[in-house]
Each structure stands twice: as C-alpha cells, then as structure tokens.
C-alpha cells in the first residue's frame, strides 16, 4: 500500500483496520489518494470472488458515503482483493444510484496498483479530502430516517405493530414531546422528557416517530441541523424491528420496479435505529485516556469541534428506549476496565460515570441545545447491573441542575425507582409534570386495553385481578393449563394466516426439556428468524419448540403466546418465593438477605411481567404438573420437578378465575 502511495502522491493516506464505530464495523483498509476515497477488503488466499465478498467491501463503502461527514460528497471506490485472483475488473462505473460510490472492483494483488491507477485517471479532478477525515463525526443522511418514516405513513410492518387501538394518547405524546424540543430550541436550553407508559403502548414507536417527526418536520428531506436519533440497548430488539422494516422496505421497491437489494434495504434501515453501546462508544473514542481527577475531558487530537454541536454528537435529539435499563456505574467501569465488545474495544480504567451520567454529558457538550427523551417501562429491568429510572434523576441532580425536566406523573408510582421519584425530586425546581407523557393504551394487546392492570395485580396479589379479568376474558382470552400438549393444541387453533405465536419462559427456567420445550439459543440472529420467519421455517417461533426469555422478547410481541411457568417462581401464602437451579440436581431458594439479593429478586419478579404482557390478542399459561412418581425404592423418580413446586401457583390462578383448558 505504501508503495501505490509513494507512486501516485506524495499526499496520501493510509488508515489500517478502520472502525465504523456507530455500526460496530471495520475496514482492511482505507486509502485516501488524489481526492478519492478507496474502501479495501483483502481476503488472503482466496482465488475466487464471492458474493458475500462484495457485497462486504460493498457496505463499507456505503456505510461511509451515508454515515461519514467527510465522506459525503467524495467519491467512494469499494475494491474486494481475492489475493491469488488472477483477473481484474475490466470497467470503472458509478453505481445506479449515482451516489459517487463507484461499483465494486475486484482484483488480486497483482492487479490492486494498475487498478488504483485506473481509477486516479476515471476521476482526475477530485478536490483534496479534509485532513480531518479520520476523526471526522457521523452525520445521518436522508435514507437514515426513510425505513421509520414508511412505518408511519404506510402502516405496513404488520410483524411489528396493529394500529386498531385509539392512537389518540399516542399523537398527544408525540406532539408534546415535539413542543419540548421546540422549547429546548428557541430558548437554547438542555431539556429531558420521562415519557412512561404501560407495557405495549407504543413507547418505542413514539420514539420513532419522534425521530422521523424531528428530522424531516413535513418536508420531503431532513431539515438541516435538526437531526434525531432513535436509541436502544435491547439487542434482540434493535435486530428483529430493523430486518422486519428492511424486509419491508425491499418489498415495495420491487413493487414499485426498484433493483434495490435485500442488502441496500437492511443497511438503510440499521442506521436509523442503532445501539445505545454504540453511540456511546463514538463519544468515549473523543475523551482523554486515562480519565484523571474523576473528570471527562474532550482529546482535541481525537475530535473535530462543530459550531453548533461542539465536541457532541451531530444529532440535537437523543431518544433512549428503555431508559431503565441503563447501566450502572459500576457495571459500565467494570465493562470499560475489560475493553468493551463493541466499537474500538477501549480500555477506560476508572471510569467515572454511569452509563445515564455519560449520555446526559454527551449531549451538554453541545453548545447550543439538546433534548433527551427517556422512553421508560415500569417495573421491566430485568438484568444486573441495570439502574433503574432513579440513576438518570440521581445524574441530573448532581452533575446537570442546569437542565430543565419534563416529566409523567406516573413516574412518581411504585413500579418506577421503588416510588422515590419525589424524593429525588424535592429539591428540584425547573421540572414540569404532563400527563402527555404518559401512555395509558396498550397497542400491543389491541383487544385488552386492561391487560397491564390486570397482570399488575396479578403479581401483586390484588383481589381486583379477578374483577378485571372478567371484563377481558372475552375479548382476550387468557386460559390455563397444566399440560403443554393442550397449550400448543390451542394456540395452534387459535392463530389465522399469518399471525404468530410462541412459548415464553423466564431464563432463570431450568427444567424444560420433559416438556419437549428447548430454549432459543443467544444471538440476536436467533431472535430473527424466531420473530420473522414463516411458519414452513422450523425456526420460527410457530414450531412451538424453541421458547424465548424476557431477554430476548422484551420490546417486541406475538399475536398469541404460552408462558410456560417453571419453579423458579412459586405462590405460597400470598408471597412469591424465589428460586434458582443448582447445577443439575436441585432447586435452591433465593433469600433476600442484602440489597443486591432484594435487587435479583426484583428481576426475577419483572421476568414474569415482562412475559405475561407479550400476547397481542390472547395467551395461555402453562403450569406442569410435575413428575409425582416413585421408584420402586420409594425415592421420586426426578426431585427437580416435584408437584409441591407448582401446586401452588397453579391454584393462586385459578383462584383468580382463570378458565382452564
């Protein structure tokens, strides 16, 4: 490579394995030469060219023409070296898109210098590329936001929303939301909105629409510098919505007599709805390492200073799904200390801020206004390590008094920080309350609007759950069950063309496998095919064989499902009793003797509601029988599955009223 450098220019650049770090991608190389920008992909000792090959150096080069500000207008030349390739490409021409990316080339190494060459003479009069280029900021470009939009307007993505609920709450959230970020705007000021909202409300959609709202404000193309992005941590969830909107996308452009690839539609969807670890990974690349004195600091070496957004991101609008499932400051310095999995894979030791305190700093570095908006679900953090809503008000309080705070009434509720959100609030003035901000229709379970009230009082032994099942039963059938033969007969009978179902249990279940049930394996691609495929697909969740936990399922819905109820959760006056399973022999209780312990207990019980509010239009709860037999010796034939472990809860939902199949 040097050598191509030394011979065309004596200007050119060189950048070895370059990170895309919002897309969590990296390129061979990178060659800045004569104003042109080469995206190249070695795969050694390979002789042929393969599909998959091109279409890989293909999405480098256009994830920099649609991500990379220094990149937008320069012409971009993706070129896939098979190194014992004997042929090379013959022609040098734009893409049909005529977006200056050129069609991949493709040569061995003998080839890679003639073809530079070739290239350099096609477009010799290319303006110097910034100097900056490398520490350039990620812009979105109008294909960013297009996916999200069509959502919206076209109301096509059947596999991730029914709009046949009254979306009245809905537009008066979003049109709240979009009055802060005016506010924030003319009166440049940092404000952040805690939008609340029971489970299967459309918190994310909001999000979305936010998004698209934001950014193109009724025009056909983004307005300038105004720019929102939509934000998750929940992997499962950013993969299957993002294929589902792409799968979507490509559809209607074959339609309408479009080429468009598969490919192209999945790489203009990813890039407007991305990873929370992702975007945070881009702002810590910008600070100085190590961190001294507790305190961040911006690394000029490492980042290009905008007039209007600083050393921030190029986005004003920052909307962060799940919000309560934040890190902790000591789950995000532990992960910083190891190096991370995403992005450039930073060391950062003594890391000072959670991982609520560092996005909130990401946007104040701006300098002239931001708005945040916390997307929240009550009583839904699930994993360790997650902080909960009361991190993101402990964060403002100490660290940002300067911003203003919108918030839901509703935050104030127990599900939210343990009802101490007044508490963290009392000393605070700049704070407005709207019930705008809260949710209170569930688009999910479009036939019980009820449904979270319902399992709310179920969890917490509210008489009022039997009243409110009378009213919903009908509507939104919810049956019991303690065989899982019976339980996959009726969802079988109840699902029609393409509507979908599954089995649900808690990934603290262990015992499973008699039931001829398996876990989904890890991989967000799992969750793809479980969430996506059609029913010919043995992968797809309608087999009934593959069951998902609350990791993978929170976020997303099913028209009908099966909660298999294992013993990890059981019913015994009037308390629930928490247990995990010990190796392969035994179920051990889980005592909430410290903090942490009561905290673990709290996600095993929000495993459950996370569950129980997965069924657009009806479910089925199986709670086995377990295995009541003895050997011959008198011993039980598998003590791991004793009756005892769930008579227990299967007689508390019955007494409830639950009709049993």
């Not at 407007?272 to 190590?290: C, E, G, V, W």
Request: aromatic share 8%; with cysteine; net charge neutral.
């Amino acid at each position: 490579m040097r050598k191509i450098v030394s011979k065309c220019s004596t200007n050119g650049r060189i950048i070895f394995e370059y990170d895309i770090p919002r897309l969590g991608k990296r390129i061979d190389v990178v060659l800045l030469l004569k104003g042109i920008v080469f995206c190249i992909e070695f795969k050694v000792g390979e002789s042929r060219i393969l599909e998959a090959d091109v279409d890989q150096v293909l999405d480098y080069a256009l994830d920099l023409k649609n991500f990379h500000k220094c990149s937008r207008n320069k012409v971009i030349v993706p070129i896939l070296v098979a190194t014992d390739y004997l042929g090379s490409s013959d022609t040098i021409q734009m893409s049909v898109y005529d977006d200056l990316v050129v069609n991949p080339l493709v040569t061995g190494k003998a080839g890679l210098f003639s073809l530079v060459l070739a290239v350099i003479k096609r477009f010799p009069n290319e303006k110097p590329v910034d100097q900056n280029w490398i520490i350039s900021p990620y812009a979105p470009t109008p294909t960013i936001i297009e996916a999200a939009r069509s959502l919206y307007e076209n109301h096509s993505v059947e596999n991730i929303t029914r709009h046949e609920a009254d979306k009245v709450s809905t537009d008066r959230t979003i049109a709240y939301i979009l009055h802060v970020i005016r506010k924030c705007k003319d009166e440049k000021k940092k404000g952040i909105c805690f939008v609340t909202g029971v489970p299967g409300a459309g918190k994310t959609l909001v999000g979305l629409d936010v998004a698209v709202k934001q950014t193109y404000q009724g025009h056909d193309e983004p307005v300038e510098d105004e720019g929102a992005v939509y934000l998750s941590g929940n992997g499962p969830l950013v993969a299957v919505l993002t294929e589902a909107l792409a799968q979507d996308n490509y559809r209607r452009n074959r339609e309408n007599g479009g080429n468009k690839k598969l490919t192209d539609s999945r790489r203009e969807v990813s890039k407007s709805i991305q990873m929370i670890h992702r975007y945070r990974d881009n702002m810590l690349a910008k600070i100085k390492n190590p961190v001294e004195n507790g305190v961040l600091e911006i690394d000029p070496d490492k980042a290009v200073k905008m007039q209007s957004a600083g050393y921030g991101e190029v986005e004003h609008v920052a909307i962060f799904d799940e919000a309560q499932r934040s890190w902790t400051h000591k789950r995000l310095a532990d992960y910083l200390k190891r190096g991370g999995t995403y992005g450039n894979k930073l060391k950062v030791p003594n890391f000072p801020l959670s991982e609520a305190a560092f996005l909130i700093w990401s946007l104040d570095l701006r300098e002239d206004w931001a708005t945040i908006i916390c997307l929240v679900g009550g009583g839904q953090e699930i994993n360790t390590g997650e902080a909960g809503i009361a991190e993101w008000i402990t964060a403002l309080n100490e660290k940002f008094p300067h911003w203003d705070i919108y918030i839901s009434p509703k935050l104030t509720e127990p599900e939210y920080a343990e009802g101490r959100v007044n508490e963290l609030l009392k000393h605070r003035t700049n704070i407005t309350y709207s019930e705008d901000l809260h949710l209170a229709v569930s688009l999910r379970s479009y036939r019980a609007e009820k449904l979270s009230a319902f399992v709310h009082a179920l969890l917490s032994f509210d008489p009022i759950a039997s009243t409110i099942y009378n009213e919903i039963k009908d509507k939104y059938p919810i049956v019991l069950t303690r065989d899982m033969e019976k339980a996959r007969r009726w969802l079988h009978e109840k699902v029609r063309g393409t509507e979908r179902t599954g089995v649900l249990v808690t990934k603290e279940s262990a015992r499973f496998k008699p039931l001829a049930i398996h876990i989904l394996p890890s991989g967000d691609e799992n969750a793809v095919h479980w969430f996506l495929e059609d029913k010919a697909d043995t992968r797809s969740s309608n087999h009934l064989e593959d069951a998902a936990t609350e990791i993978q399922v929170q976020g997303l819905e099913l028209d009908y499902t099966c909660l298999l109820w294992d013993a990890d959760m059981r019913y015994e006056d009037r308390k629930w009793r928490f247990y995990r399973f010990n190796g392969q022999t035994r179920w051990v209780e889980q005592i909430a003797t410290s903090e942490s312990k009561q905290e673990q207990l709290k996600y095993m019980l929000n495993a459950y509601r996370v569950l129980l509010t997965r069924a657009r239009a009806g479910m089925v709860i199986c709670v086995p029988k377990g295995n009541p037999n003895k050997t011959a010796s008198g011993f039980w034939e598998d003590s791991t599955r004793l009756p005892e472990y769930y008579d227990g809860t299967y007689k508390y939902l019955k007494s409830i009223g639950l009709e049993e199949i």
